[in-house]
């Protein structure tokens, strides 16, 4: 049985998406919490975590079985096995990081879609059909449309290349990274500087141009409005982290301030 992809196609429908990284719960509880939250869909981020393949492929059944939609950021965009493992678990996409160069997506492409677009190795009776392959080739057709591939923009060699790097077929969505971007420009933790700015805007128009879904990270709902306001799709909102420690945070000094202020 194949997932339906819900995000993809309200992104293909113009809607605006948004949900949280997760890079430190290593909960399959955590997918449940946040489909009952009404979050559109989740990161599971193996980039910057310690996550192993199988708390991964976990959190992917989880969430299938929650009915929201799990994005897998690889650890790498180097290797056949990080781009395609993730897949056979039933992600519902990747957001693959560190693109900078036509031959960075064009390996994508090959490891993530099946053919005629790629050459992703034949496991189709995997957790991503629930076991049943079913025919062959509409196996395949189907996984193809399905699975969201989403490009990480996150250097100013991926911002100068991005009209070549969007003209390989079987790409869904470029993701921009603001922090790694700044960096990149030399100004780190900077990413509302107006080089930052310039080049994010750019990163708009390009997929404009080449019908690909934008998208960007952000850390706060002022900093998400401004983006949706110039065009972008694709949402990251919060992390794990950020969520946990400032609803802990607020309600910390909310129960200091007017329960224990006057008796301490």
Request: net charge negative; hydrophobic share 40%.
């Amino acid at each position: 049985m194949i997932f339906q992809n819900r995000m993809k196609r309200a992104l293909r429908e113009g809607k605006i998406v948004f949900g949280p990284m997760v890079s430190e719960i290593r909960s399959p509880g955590l997918a449940v919490l946040f489909a009952q939250a009404g979050f559109d869909y989740f990161f599971i981020d193996m980039e910057h975590s310690c996550f192993t393949y199988e708390t991964v492929s976990d959190m992917i059944m989880s969430a299938r079985a929650a009915g929201i939609p799990a994005i897998v950021r690889p650890v790498s965009r180097k290797s056949h096995e990080a781009i395609s493992r993730p897949l056979d678990s039933g992600a519902a996409g990747l957001l693959v990081p560190q693109i900078k160069t036509r031959e960075d997506v064009e390996n994508v492409v090959k490891w993530s879609r099946y053919h005629p677009l790629g050459e992703r190795g034949m496991a189709l009776a995997r957790q991503h059909t629930f076991f049943e392959a079913g025919d062959t080739r509409e196996t395949m057709g189907r996984l193809n449309e399905e699975v969201l591939i989403a490009l990480q923009i996150e250097h100013r060699d991926a911002v100068e290349n991005l009209p070549d790097l969007l003209s390989v077929p079987g790409i869904d969505a470029a993701f921009v990274g603001p922090s790694d971007l700044s960096a990149s420009y030399g100004i780190p933790g900077q990413s509302s500087d107006p080089i930052v700015d310039k080049a994010i805007r750019r990163v708009i128009e390009v997929c404009e141009e080449k019908g690909v879904i934008p998208g960007i990270h952000t850390g706060s709902v002022e900093k998400a409005k401004y983006w949706v306001d110039q065009g972008m799709k694709m949402i990251g909102f919060y992390t794990d982290i950020k969520l946990i420690l400032q609803i802990s945070k607020g309600l910390v000094n909310e129960f200091r301030t007017t329960i224990l202020e006057d008796r301490q």
